[in-house]
């Protein structure tokens, strides 16, 4: 089925956004909102937490805001923590439907403006005018950690920290998982962390943002498509992204990214005693 027959259909539309984020002409990221990789115009989007909310239109039908919430995690949040941006950071949102290689633009312009919050970063987008370059501002320091968990700059070894089991039952997001699954770990230390497991001979992941230890259930960040009970996942611990943690869970404060300078409420100006 086309775009169109998907888009009018009320049974066979599985509607998802596929994102790409363009800095300077050369750095590319394509993220979906779908579970597992999509590949649509000859390209692959990688799926990461993302979200979007209505586009706005203001001043006139060409002009348009877009807010886009991408995960702490995802390596373009973690290019845009740095310097100031001498090059726009070009977005363009498509919308597809899973399984179906067409897809429509329905959202072309550049960041500007990016905020920071523990676990995400929003871009605020806008199609400007073209002959003003938008050039947003990225932060120096964060007292948060912005290393991807486990991944290269942060090179804490996830099988140290990861669990095997089996589902007892799936309900929507919610995964029950036996007694005891959590091993040596305490069952809290799993939120933020990944559920992965294996879906159509391809790994799938979700992020776990929500352990309940008197049930064992486990809420995922969206319902895990091929999952069903006696199934074998994995779990990993998350992280809170602080320095107490990456110490005292991790022992992996050398790696810290964040800024490791305790703040207090007041503030003394130099030269002059407190």
């Not at 070009?90 to 523990?118: Q, W």
């Not at 809290?188 to 776990?208: C, K, M």
Request: hydrophobic share 35%.
């Amino acid at each position: 089925m086309t775009f169109g027959a998907l888009e009018a259909s009320r049974d066979s539309g599985k509607p998802i956004f596929l994102a790409t984020f363009t800095y300077g002409g050369t750095k590319v990221w394509r993220h979906t909102n779908a579970e597992f990789e999509v590949t649509s115009g000859g390209y692959t989007y990688t799926p990461f937490p993302i979200t979007y909310d209505r586009i706005a239109h203001t001043s006139g039908a060409d002009r348009a805001s877009l807010k886009v919430t991408i995960g702490w995690d995802s390596p373009l949040a973690q290019f845009l923590l740095g310097d100031v941006m001498p090059w726009e950071l070009e977005v363009e949102i498509r919308k597809a439907h899973a399984g179906d290689t067409d897809s429509v633009l329905v959202f072309s312009g550049v960041a500007s403006a990016v905020t920071y919050s523990p676990g995400v970063v929003t871009l605020s987008c806008e199609t400007p005018n073209r002959n003003t370059p938008v050039r947003p501002s990225r932060r120096h320091f964060t007292k948060y950690c912005p290393h991807q968990l486990y991944g290269p700059d942060c090179q804490a070894n996830p099988n140290n920290f990861k669990v095997d089991t089996t589902t007892v039952s799936v309900s929507g997001a919610v995964v029950r998982l036996p007694s005891g699954w959590n091993g040596s770990f305490q069952k809290t230390e799993f939120l933020h962390g990944v559920f992965t497991w294996v879906y159509a001979f391809r790994p799938a992941y979700a992020f776990i943002i929500g352990v309940d230890a008197a049930t064992d259930d486990v809420t995922l960040s969206w319902i895990p498509s091929g999952l069903t009970s006696n199934y074998n996942v994995s779990l990993s611990i998350g992280c809170d992204k602080t320095a107490a943690t990456c110490s005292g869970v991790f022992n992996n404060l050398p790696n810290f990214g964040g800024l490791l300078v305790e703040l207090s409420d007041s503030f003394t100006p130099f030269g002059r005693e407190p």
